[in-house]
T-cell receptor
Framework: NAGVTQTPKFRVLKTGQSMTLLCAQDMNHEYMYWYRQDPGMGLRLIHYSVGEGTTAKGEVPDGYNVSRLKKQNFLLGLESAAPSQTSVYFC???????????FGQGTRLTVV | QQQVKQSPQSLIVQKGGISIINCAYENTAFDYFPWYQQFPGKGPALLIAIRPDVSEKKEGRFTISFNKSAKQFSLHIMDSQPGDSATYFCAASTVRSGYSTLTFGKGTMLLVSP
């Protein structure tokens, strides 16, 4: 049972480049989330999904897009990367909204 | 507006001592209060959680104390060990709404010295 798997684990982008982060969960969870973690800022919610085909904005959605075409996958896209998007990104999933969230191992993204 | 305020930002405790981390919330609709533990290079993982109908929950060396009237809750780690060195996040949500998400505090870096 893999839980929540994120790919890639590390990535370096040049300013203006685009990329997609992939999150996959095998727990049949309805809810999926993307957070970013920055020193001293805690975990901030970027976007989330309450089920296949749905997405919603979190606390810091600007500069990001998401898609949930399949229940087990949640993709986070950066259309034009900026240095301010240098961060560690975590995907999580939960059975129900606001309950125990299971996190992936994170993706460390550096934008130069 | 920060809905969950966590303190201290960092904490150093000697082995065998008690670690105490505090959180305060503003939204009285919150009905689920978990604590997450994160080791370097790993994702956060649920440590212990409490609902507002009880004032205390204990799991091994970890205890959550909850004060509904003061809108505060805290994590106590008894007999702290070097292996407890990690970042701890408190969080809150409104489970009964059915569409809630977790709101996290900013985290506390705990170092337990040998």
């Amino acid at each position: 049972n893999a839980g929540v798997t994120q790919t890639p684990k590390f990535r370096v982008l040049k300013t203006g480049q685009s990329m997609t982060l992939l999150c996959a969960q095998d727990m049949n969870h309805e809810y999926m989330y993307w957070y970013r973690q920055d020193p001293g800022m805690g975990l901030r919610l970027i976007h989330y999904s309450v089920g296949e085909g749905t997405t919603a904005k979190g606390e810091v959605p600007d500069g990001y897009n998401v898609s949930r075409l399949k229940k087990q996958n949640f993709l986070l896209g950066l259309e034009s990367a900026a240095p301010s998007q240098t961060s560690v990104y975590f995907c999580a999933s939960s059975y129900k909204g606001g309950t125990e969230a299971f996190f992936g191992q994170g993706t460390r993204l550096t934008v130069v | 507006q920060q809905q969950v305020k966590q303190s201290p930002q960092s904490l150093i405790v000697q082995k065998g001592g008690i670690s105490i981390i505090n959180c305060a919330y503003e939204n009285t609709a919150f009905d689920y209060f978990p604590w997450y533990q994160q080791f370097p290079g790993k994702g956060p993982a649920l440590l212990i959680a409490i609902r507002p109908d009880v004032s205390e929950k204990k799991e091994g060396r970890f205890t959550i104390s909850f004060n509904k009237s003061a809108k505060q809750f805290s994590l106590h780690i008894m007999d702290s060990q070097p292996g407890d060195s990690a970042t701890y996040f408190c969080a809150a949500s409104t489970v009964r709404s059915g569409y809630s998400t977790l709101t996290f505090g900013k985290g506390t870096m705990l170092l337990v010295s040998p």
